[in-house]
């Protein structure tokens, strides 16, 4: 009996010295993560204080977006430079700090806040221009690779007057292709370029209704590509006889909709073409002078475009007497412009045009007997003509 009990009391000695180690080593090791549980917490309460903050911040931008562009500049501003606050009061009190990291961190702070400000009030600018002026969003790039065309007036820099058939042909192919080859293939990659920007988009899709236009015998006149800025938002201006249509072209995606804003930018462009050009000549400003003309279709605002327009939209062409044609593709037509020179002796050039050429926008096509669109460089070089010596816009 006394054997037994002796075997039991050790087993629980043993156990208690067990215990005893564990509790030991679990202490030890408390001791040894305490501090990074600490921290832990620290960057817990922080987070949640961050959370909070961006969260008053968005709610106090939200309640306030009726106060104007300026403030919401201001507040979007100050929430970007909160957020980079945190990130160097972090850098500065953390375990083991980065100072140096840390004032960078704020210089770049104050510089991104007015960044970020600037950028805001150019962009509820921009949105604000986009309502006045519908048309100014078909010129913006919607990513890098797009081209803008922009035209410097001034001297020629060096280098400015290098053949830009250049962009679509390799070193090799340029120096070893006979002309007429070594433009058609550029001319070719040209058209099948897929980060044509919109403003290329569009000057083609103008080409390509002045052509259709022009099949009907009609005279054009691309006040678009031409005027750019002052257009006034017609894009064409075709005539024939007596007749004038006012046209406006949209090339846009399908998802797209034409709303009645564009509507009404083509009916006041083509009353401004009325009063300056019909009832300023024949003295008949009034309404009715006007409403007459549109009714026996003698001037007819024309709208055409790739997509559809919004139900309102063509609620508001037929009131207004706005032809629609929509749905209408960029189909093929030609692009080489075949112009003739007449210098004072009367002396005669035939030059021909590529689209990425310096004066192909400004060259004016029909006003002289021989000229004419070309589908290819063979058939114009073939009819006398030579490519334009001045390459670059």
């Known amino acids: 009996m006394e054997l037994i009990l002796a075997i039991v009391g050790l087993f629980i000695l043993f156990g208690i010295i067990s215990w005893i180690r564990d509790a030991f080593a679990d202490a030890k090791l408390y001791r040894k993560l305490k501090p990074e549980l600490d921290a832990l917490n620290i960057e817990k309460e922080k987070f949640a204080k961050e959370k909070k903050a961006t969260h008053e911040h968005i709610e106090k931008i939200t309640r306030q977006r009726s106060m104007g562009f300026p403030w919401l500049a201001e507040a979007y501003a100050d929430y970007f430079a909160l957020r980079d606050g945190k990130l160097a009061d972090y850098l500065t009190h953390k375990r083991h700090p980065a100072y140096t990291a840390a004032e960078a961190v704020r210089e770049i702070k104050k510089e ?23 048309w100014i969003s078909e010129l ?43 433009n058609q293939r550029a001319l070719d990659r040209y058209l099948k370029n897929r980060n044509k920007s919109k403003w290329a988009i569009g000057r083609d899709y103008e080409m390509y209704v002045g052509y259709l236009f022009s099949q009907k015998g009609y005279n054009i006149h691309y006040k678009g590509i031409i005027d750019g800025f002052e257009d006034l938002g ?117 030059i021909y045009h590529l689209p990425m050429d310096q004066q192909y926008d400004r060259t004016i096509v029909g006003d002289k007997e021989g000229e004419f669109y070309a589908f290819t460089v063979k058939e114009a070089e073939d009819a006398g003509f030579r490519r334009a010596f001045k390459h670059r816009f």
Not at 148 to 154: A, C, K, L
Not at 273 to 302: D, M, T, V
């Open 112 to 134: 991104k806040r007015e960044l970020l400000k600037q950028n805001k009030v150019i962009l509820y600018k921009l949105h604000y221009l986009e309502k006045l002026f519908p």
């Open 234 to 350: 017609r894009d064409i201006i075709a005539t024939k006889g007596g007749d004038v249509c006012i046209v406006q072209c949209k090339h846009w995606a399908q998802y797209k909709e034409i709303h009645e804003k564009h509507v009404f930018q083509l009916f006041g462009t083509t009353m401004e073409y009325w009063i300056r050009y019909f009832g300023g000549a024949r003295n008949q400003k009034s309404f009715e002078a006007f409403s007459k003309l549109l009714n026996e279709q003698h001037l007819r605002p024309i709208f055409f475009t790739s997509t559809s327009l919004s139900q309102k939209a063509k609620e508001m062409a037929q009131a207004l007497s706005v032809e629609v044609i929509e749905n209408k593709p960029l189909g093929e037509f030609p692009r080489i412009k075949c112009n003739i020179n007449v210098d004072e002796t009367g002396r005669k050039t035939k």
């Open 140 to 182: 913006i790039a919607e990513n890098e690779n797009e081209e803008i065309p922009v035209r410097v007036d001034g001297e020629a820099e060096e280098g400015e007057n290098e053949d830009r058939v250049k962009d679509y042909l390799t070193p090799e192919e340029y120096r070893s292709l006979p002309s007429v080859e070594r």
